[in-house]
């Protein structure tokens, strides 16, 4: 076998971050860009240095493997692309632990019982192309991408997709993977919560509903100067209280329900007109679906009592909750106590892979902290010590599952 090079996490995900990487210490890497492309070639080449058998999907995912006794797969993994002005830890943490992970466990004890996957999903964040999760639902068969989908420079999804995969299967070969019979996740939590409570480590229990709407309210535009306040049908007024309403809503559910408006827009966005028309996002999130499904129903029936102004409701995202399996959160949470480590068990309030993958296999995701809660921009940073300790404990659940 290829001899093993011993490295940390820290170590890798430097080297990974240098492609996109910014002035700033961030990096901007998007799904299928060269930069993109260079990770994925730089990901698989050094898996293959330390042994591992590797292979690309057609959607661009990228397969590292150690054949086991049996044709059993136990895969495990995250994401390589990242968002704009991103960090080095969010999705590439859980593909250089996998690979670790792995590699130490063949380098110790040999050949595996049931085979290991490390995997590199193309595609997570939806930051180049209105679409997220399209590895991960590649490889679980989870629906389709629409192929004419455009990213702001007015590429298709498509042509971006075969032109990034052209280049990789000049180096590796291209072949579809059968699923796992189970999957695991190491991610950053990416809030606050382990590193608040002074936990090391986090056993995720679900992985949270999640909603986003568009919220339109219609009033009539009109001279700022000569309309009485009694007159005004202020379409902005109207969301602005709203808004308060809503929020007051999710402050009553209480915790881990959370509610976030992060855009809005005014027609026609004058100084000297009464807004006619206020758009405004939703984003709510929370473990159980009633909780969220109430909180929407309530939040409808408050648009149309938005009186002197119309309003209209869509809902264009719906991720159901993934509840993790339960012997895999016990095995975890077992790892853990046996290796002296205190743990937190929390639901995750960001969407992972691990929520397609869960449609269709059972799923764990351990969570590192993630320092001031930060995530998605530069100063993400979770300190080499608590990566190692994440990396551990997947080894751990890897040997407990494959050998």
């Known amino acids: 076998m290829t001899q093993v090079v011993e490295q940390t996490a820290i170590q890798l995900l430097t080297e990974l971050g240098q492609f996109g990487g910014l002035a700033n210490g961030g990096v901007t890497r998007l799904v299928y860009d060269q930069a993109w492309v260079d990770a994925m070639t730089y990901t698989l080449k050094t898996a293959a240095a330390q042994g591992m058998q590797v292979h690309i999907d057609a959607m661009g995912n990228g397969f590292m493997t150690y054949p086991g006794v049996d044709q059993t797969v136990i895969a495990a993994g995250s994401h390589i692309d990242t968002v704009q002005q991103g960090g080095i830890y969010d999705g590439a943490y859980g593909v250089v632990a996998a690979k670790l992970a792995m590699t130490q466990l063949v380098a110790e004890f040999g050949q595996p019982k049931h085979t290991m996957t490390a995997v590199a999903f193309s595609e997570e964040e939806g930051s180049r192309f209105p679409v997220s999760f399209s590895g991960s639902r590649h490889y ?3 629906g389709d991408v629409a192929p004419d989908l455009k990213d702001a420079q007015g590429i298709s999804f498509d042509t971006a997709r075969r032109q990034a995969v052209a280049q990789l299967t000049g180096n590796f070969p291209l ?98 007109v009464i807004p006619g028309q206020a758009v405004f996002s939703v984003d709510i999130r929370h473990p159980q679906k009633t909780v969220v499904d109430e909180f929407e129903a309530k ?75 930060i995530s998605h921009a530069p100063a993400e940073y979770t300190a080499p010590a608590a990566l190692e300790a994440g990396v551990a404990m997947l080894k751990a659940q890897l040997y407990h599952e494959c050998y």
């Not at 119309?310 to 339960?326: E, I, K």
């Open 140 to 142: 679980a068969q989870v």
């Open 175 to 272: 072949a579809e993977q059968p699923l796992p019979k189970e999957w695991l996740e190491l991610h950053i939590e990416q809030g606050p919560v382990l590193e608040e409570a002074g936990y090391p480590l986090g056993v995720v229990s679900a992985i949270c509903e999640q909603k986003r709407f568009t919220i339109t309210l219609t009033g009539q535009a009109n001279h700022a100067g000569t309309t009485p306040q009694h007159l005004r049908r202020d379409a902005l007024k109207a969301a602005a209280r709203l808004i308060v309403q809503l929020d007051d809503l999710a402050q009553k559910i209480g915790e881990p329900f959370v509610f976030t408006v992060g855009e809005i827009s005014v027609t026609p966005g004058s100084s000297n």
């Open 299 to 373: 939040m409808r029936q408050m648009v149309a009592d938005s009186a002197p102004v119309s309003g209209t409701v869509d809902c264009w995202m719906d991720s159901r909750p993934a509840v993790m399996d339960p012997r895999l959160v016990r095995q975890f949470e077992s790892l853990l106590t046996q290796q002296g480590y205190q743990y937190l068990t929390l639901p995750s309030g960001a969407g992972h892979d691990t929520q397609i993958m869960n449609l269709k296999v059972p799923t764990a995701m351990l969570f590192v902290p993630s320092r001031g809660g």
